[in-house]
T-cell receptor
Framework: AQSVTQLDSHVSVSEGTPVLLRCNYS??????LFWYVQHPNKGLQLLLK??????LVKGINGFEAEFKKSETSFHLTKPSAHMSDAAEYFC???????????FGSGTQLTVLP | DGGITQSPKYLFRKEGQNVTLSCEQN?????MYWYRQDPGQGLRLIYY???????QKGDIAEGYSVSREKKESFPLTVTSAQKNPTAFYLC???????????????????FGPGTRLTVL
């Protein structure tokens, strides 16, 4: 069985300040981990994914995430928030055995001017 | 342009009616998925299909039906048996490669733009 916990349902930051969105996972397998972003009334767009290569993963739009097996975490960060980053972010785990994904409940990011 | 299309973008249904949501992909992906999204929640899997003419129930299949007659198409029917159908529905597809030793698939799921269904 696998599960994902996003530790914050809402995060607010000021434009130009760092972003940290937290995600913990559990998986019986060596997992693949993903971060997706969703803007209002849109589909999900992949930001980045971890697939057992480098533990620090760089994605689009300046986001990155670090896989920490000892902490079972995969937190998403960005050095400087932009207004266009305001959206909902989902942490996702795949164990691959049934090619299914398990989604976290999402973190709503607000960027204040 | 390669991608996934869903139609319609907005759909209104009267209670007791069946409705069908369309999902088409031209990415030549083998696998297709239907998810339901409710406010403040993550996505929940309704049905998925790994290959043409085959599909499996996900976590919340009751009140829904699907077909997979063509590789590029995976329509979802919301039946009158679905007690609370108002939600945002997302379709996704994925290229499945065989993974030696049964390891984790690294293929990405790509999502369509979604259909918002409202029951009046």
């Amino acid at each position: 069985a696998q599960s994902v916990t996003q530790l914050d349902s809402h995060v607010s930051v000021s434009e130009g300040t760092p972003v940290l969105l937290r995600c913990n996972y559990s998986s019986s397998y060596s997992p693949s981990l993903f971060w997706y972003v969703q803007h209002p009334n849109k589909g999900l767009q992949l930001l980045l994914k971890y697939t057992s290569a480098a533990t620090l993963v760089k994605g689009i739009n300046g986001f990155e995430a670090e896989f920490k097996k000892s902490e079972t975490s995969f937190h998403l960060t960005k050095p400087s928030a932009h207004m266009s980053d305001a959206a909902e972010y989902f942490c996702v785990v795949s164990d691959g055995s049934a090619r299914q994904l398990t989604f976290g409940s999402g973190t709503q990011l607000t960027v204040l001017p | 342009d390669g991608g996934i299309t869903q139609s319609p973008k907005y759909l209104f249904r009267k209670e007791g009616q069946n409705v069908t949501l369309s999902c088409e992909q031209n990415l030549n992906h083998d696998a297709m998925y239907w998810y339901r999204q409710d406010p403040g929640q993550g996505l929940r899997l309704i049905y998925y299909s790994q290959i043409v003419n085959d599909f499996q129930k996900g976590d919340i299949a009751e009140g829904y039906s699907v077909s997979r007659e063509k590789k590029e198409s995976f329509p979802l029917t919301v039946t009158s048996a679905q007690k609370n159908p108002t939600a945002f529905y997302l379709c996704a597809s994925q290229r499945n490669r065989g993974i030696a030793g049964g390891g984790a698939s690294t293929d990405t799921q790509y999502f369509g733009p979604g259909t918002r269904l409202t029951v009046l």
